[in-house]
Every structure is written in C-alpha cells, then in structure tokens.
C-alpha cells in the first residue's frame, strides 16, 4: 500500500523559496507512476502544480506557476521534491503530493498525502 | 482551456437521502472524468474515475455517471461521513489537471 508523507518549513518569507518533501513508502518513485503536487489555498479549491514521471526525465507544470517552479525526484531516498521560487501570500496553502494514474487522457490522483501547510509572512 | 463548472456551489441533504452534484466541462472531455471527496483536514479522497469506474474500496452507494460535457456523481443514501467538499477533474495535455470548484455537501 503506497502512503505518501509531505514535509517542509511551515513559514516561508516572501520572496523567499518554498522547498516541500513527499517521502514515498510502499512503492518506489522508480515505479512507471506519474507523481504529482496540489495544493488548496484558504477557502479555495484544489490546484494542481505539476507533475514527475517515475525516472525524473520528464516534468509538466502548471503553465501559471512554471516560471518559478521545479519539480524533482531522488530515486535513492524514494522522494518528491518541490521548489517554488520568488513566492507572495497567494502561495499560502496546504501542499498535497499524489500518486498520478490512468492512461490516455483518463488520468487521476489515486492515493494522496496528507498535506502540509506553508504560510508565506513575513 | 477546458474550464470544469461544478453545481450547485452548496447541496443541503438530510441523512438517508439521495444526493446528485453536477461537473460541466466547456468542451466534450470524452469520460475522462474523476470525482474526489475531500474533508477538511485530510487527503482528498479518489471516488470515480473514468467518469463512471468506483475506485478501490469506494462504497456502492456513489455512483458516476456522464460523457461529453455533463457529469453526475450520484450519492443513493447519505451517510453521515458523506458531508464534505466533493470536486470533479479532467486531465488535458494542456493546461494539465482542472479542478471545478467544488460543491460542498452540507448536512440539512
């Protein structure tokens, strides 16, 4: 059973660099699975970020966030990594990671973290 | 962009009774549709996918239903651990994964 834990600073300056952790157990992020990142803002609804294929050669990103975004992986820790540069308050969230499955264009989130919150404040 | 509107915004329900939320898509999105239920607190939670396929371990009682642009997600007899935010998702080559709005399920 694949679980996934997120992890990082809880309080982010702004203009500073958002960096969050997904621990993988239960599987490996070598597995042929796409890993993906959401989040939801306060009173808001699910966004999604963007997305790892299992190897790390290729990422897709929400084209809104994508000039400050990276999205990487380390296959010997079994971990998702994300980076969000230059970040403001519109970026406080709870951040989610999420095993991505499907085929075609029927792809969905089947197994999730359980978030972490990241305030930007100074 | 394919732009995914859920309604209503809010669904007032007594226990025991049938409960029906909407997903429209601007564009036909085929059945590549999926329904999550999310509580305040925890992880989303994967109902549908396909826009009709029960995920692993997701009661009978929500059903999904649609192709094209319209979308039901069907709860036949509501449970007390059935109030929460449900949201619809379509997947495309770009912008990549839209959420609706959600709809949030309330207890009447």
């Known amino acids: 059973q694949v679980q996934l834990q997120e992890s990082g600073p809880g309080l982010v300056k702004p203009s500073g660099t958002l960096s969050l952790t997904c621990a993988v157990s239960g599987g490996s992020v070598v597995s042929r699975n796409w890993w993906g990142w959401i989040r939801q803002a306060p009173g808001k609804g699910l966004e999604w970020i963007g997305e790892?294929?299992?190897?790390?050669?290729?990422?897709n990103y929400n084209p809104s966030l994508e000039s400050r975004l990276s999205i990487s992986a380390d296959k010997s820790k079994n971990h998702i990594f994300l980076t969000l540069r230059s970040v403001t308050a519109a970026d406080t969230a709870v951040y989610y990671c999420?095993?991505?499955?499907?085929?075609?264009?029927?792809?969905?989130?089947?197994?999730w973290g359980k978030g972490t919150m990241v305030i930007v404040s100074s | 962009e394919i732009v995914m509107t859920q309604s209503p915004v809010t669904l007032s329900v007594s226990p025991g009774e049938r409960a029906t939320l909407s997903c429209r898509a601007s564009?036909?999105?085929?059945?590549?549709l999926a329904w999550y239920q999310h509580k305040p607190g925890q992880a989303p939670r994967l109902l549908i996918y396909g826009a009709s396929t029960r995920a692993t371990g997701i009661p009978a009682r929500f059903s999904g239903s649609g192709s094209g642009t319209e979308f039901t997600l069907t709860i036949s007899s509501l449970q007390s651990e059935d109030f929460a935010v449900y949201y619809c998702q379509h997947y495309n080559t770009w912008p990549g994964y839209t959420f609706g709005q959600g709809t949030k399920l309330e207890i009447k």
């Open positions: 999420a095993r991505v499955r499907g085929v075609g264009f029927d792809y969905y989130m089947d197994v």
């Open positions: 790892i294929f299992h190897s790390g050669s290729t990422t």
């Open positions: 564009q036909s999105v085929n059945s590549n």
